[in-house]
T-cell receptor, first 113, second 116 residues
Framework: EAGVAQSPRYKIIEKRQSVAFWCNPI?????LYWYQQILGQGPKLLIQ????????DSQLPKDRFSAERLKGVDSTLKIQPAKLEDSAVYLC???????????FGQGTRLTVV | AQTVTQSQPEMSVQEAETVTLSCTYD???????LFWYKQPPSRQMILVIR??????QNATENRFSVNFQKAAKSFSLKISDSQLGDAAMYFC?????????????FGKGMKLTVNP
């Protein structure tokens, strides 16, 4: 069974530029999560989708971050414009259904200079 | 809001020895899950072990076991017969089983070094 796929693995951008991350969950998984992991901290949930609807986006900085899940499968997370404090690893996870085990991808390491 | 605290930022253990990682949490809920995740340099979070709060029996997965003290809100992970491949960041996490919030709340993590 293929795992959660994320791309790119690394990205370096200048502040005020925009960036997008892509996630392909495990086939058949209805629930998809985006987490932000700042260096030295544990991951923090940014947004949770159930199919293509948003369940929880309470910690998503909506003035600069946006996310969508096309047709309830792939998802993209965008930052526009980026700030220095957005430097982090962005982890995507998926689960079969709500309240079932979440499987994580390898993340995208973003550096904003 | 729920919080998870891992007070030891780093630990080391000799290969084949036993090590215990500590975690405390704060919640007013009675029904929830607790997890230990391992994060190697590849950055992928890997589930090590899970404990359901309503179960009194401590969870065990091969060399990994937990000591779940619900009244004390403590959830420690014991790794027996430590192997070089156990070296990684370890995160304790909480997930509510009530209401609509299903997000994992993570601690800050602990770096485990295994010495040959």
């Amino acid at each position: 069974e293929a795992g959660v796929a994320q791309s790119p693995r690394y990205k370096i951008i200048e502040k005020r530029q925009s960036v997008a991350f892509w996630c392909n969950p495990i086939s058949g998984h209805a629930t998809l999560y985006w987490y932000q992991q700042i260096l030295g901290q544990g991951p923090k949930l940014l947004i949770q989708f159930q199919n293509n609807g948003v369940v929880d986006d309470s910690q998503l900085p909506k003035d600069r971050f946006s996310a969508e899940r096309l047709k309830g499968v792939d998802s993209t997370l965008k930052i526009q414009p980026a700030k220095l404090e957005d430097s982090a690893v962005y982890l995507c996870a998926s689960s079969w259904e709500r309240r079932t085990e979440a499987f994580f991808g390898q993340g995208t390491r973003l550096t904003v200079v | 809001a729920q919080t998870v605290t891992q007070s030891q930022p780093e630990m080391s253990v000799q290969e084949a020895e036993t090590v215990t990682l500590s975690c405390t949490y704060d919640t007013s809920e009675s029904d929830y899950y607790l997890f230990w995740y391992k994060q190697p340099p590849s950055r992928q979070m890997i589930l090590v072990i899970r404990q359901e709060a309503y179960k009194q029996q401590n969870a065990t997965e091969n060399r990994f076991s937990v000591n779940f003290q619900k009244a004390a809100k403590s959830f420690s992970l014991k790794i027996s017969d430590s192997q070089l491949g156990d070296a990684a960041m370890y995160f304790c996490a909480y997930r509510s089983h009530q209401g609509g919030s299903e997000k994992l709340v993570f601690g800050k993590g602990m770096k485990l070094t295994v010495n040959p």
